[in-house]
């Protein structure tokens, strides 16, 4: 901890700010560039473990969407890895897949799974009966149904679950490096007592959530501009 | 062209159900034909329309469009070729109407350009409003999204035709108007229709020949609107067509089909009828007038003198039973 601390003040104008572990505006500009890496593994984990998580929950909500009776071992089973604390997860990892990003992968994709599936689920569970009757009857084959109305009408809800997984899931990454993974929460735990570090890592977690809120929250917008037909 | 339909003994027996759902329903529709299957609920009526697409698989008999069973074709291969409008609409909400109405013929496999013609001639058959085209589904009242409904059946110019209660969850006066545009509609587009509904009335309206069913999905009768008002098959359709159906019957006739008496002493004050008055709204005005009699004119020439007498005597000579005078 004592290295740490001298590593990351070894560059300071401000020496009794500095000294005094307080909030220094300074010290913040001139050594923002080494805030850049972590950030960036911070972006890569979060894009990855939702990614995948994203593959894996649509692949079960497909199956169980044609299989009803799945839903609810899938929801058990994804819920049992959701209650699991995520820093535990990571220790109780680290003896079959040791040290590194893919424990903290494992341990953070599992933590999305149940809110991806649930709803994506919710989402085609939505889509009005009628339609999907009128749709069958004019012709539209399962897979027709499926991909021109069935996934359209259940995009509000499973973006609406992507953006709740993204922002959980910067938050998660923040505890990845008990699993070695690095991110900004190694950085903060580099040196915890320093407030300007503590400051600057929290504020880039909070905007990269919001950032990842904002932009599919904006895909959202372009891709379902019938959410916002305002009745005649 | 429209197609020709025929009910070979079709039954169907849901699995697990006690009783069937309809048993050996043997009916043909003529090409061009509207079929209107009326019953109570349970009678089957909805069970035989959704056979014909195969939304329903036949569990024995057969249903021959144009002479080829419906066991024949892919069930998504059969449906792009029938119309099919419930009474829910189903529209995609999130399409806009003009997009829903295109919806077979993009399954078809139409290029963009005809299916957006076809699209905009459809919009203005069925009387919507052109600027609500590319309005959602949420942003149109029931009555337009019905209408969206019926083009988008429509669209590929189908031989066939399904409605299932297509009018049944609108308000009164805004069912009365799309059976009104529905009876015109009629004319203009050639379509074999099979049209569901628990409504007499509607059915008496709106079909060539109305096919009523009974509870246990007997049929009861197959006949046109006149015939089953005149002489129902049994005591089930007697009541089933309700009481005033002799009223009824005057509203399948017009002023012009009664002899009319040479005008006497009208008033001059009178408004007269027109020929193509139907006979019940007809009777209802020289209900109202103290002589009973009211002149008819067409184009301001007066043709003659409508009477409750002769409207009486229509009903008498159309029952087969001598008429008085």
Redesign the interface.
Known sequence: MIVAQFEIRDDFRERSCVADNGFCPNWIADNLDRYWAPLGEHVYLTLVAVAIGFVIAAALALVAHRHRRLVGPIVNVTGILYTIPSVAAFFLLLPLTGRGRTTALIALVAYTLLILFRNMIDGLDSV?E????????????RR?LLWR?EI??ALPAILAGLRVASTTTVGLVALAFFAGAGGLGEQINADLAFKSNVVICSVLCVVLAATLDGLILLVQRAL?P?TR???? | MPAALEFREASKQYAGARAPALVGLSLRVEPGETCVLVGPSGSGKTTAMRMV?R?VDLTSGDILIDGRSVREAK???????IG?V??????????TALQNIG??PQ?LGWPKQRIAERARELVALVGLEPELAD??P????GGQRQRV?VA??LAADPPLM?MDEPFGALDPITRDRLQDEFERLKERVSTTIVFVTHDIDEAIRLGDRIAVLRQGGELAQYATPGELLLRPADAFVEEFVGPDRSLKRLALLQVSDVELEPVGAVASSDTPLSPATSLRDALAALLQEPEGRLPVAEGGQVLGCLTVDAVHAKLRREAGAPSRG
């Open positions: 009005p009628e339609s999907r009757d009128a749709g069958r009857g004019m012709g539209l084959t027709q109305v359209p009408l379902t019938w037909a305002v009745s005649a | 697409n939304m069930p998504a291969e059969l449906r792009r070729h099919y419930i009474q829910h609409v189903g529209l995609f909400p999130h399409r919806t077979v399954l309005r959602y949420a942003q149109l009242s409904g988008r059946a399904l």
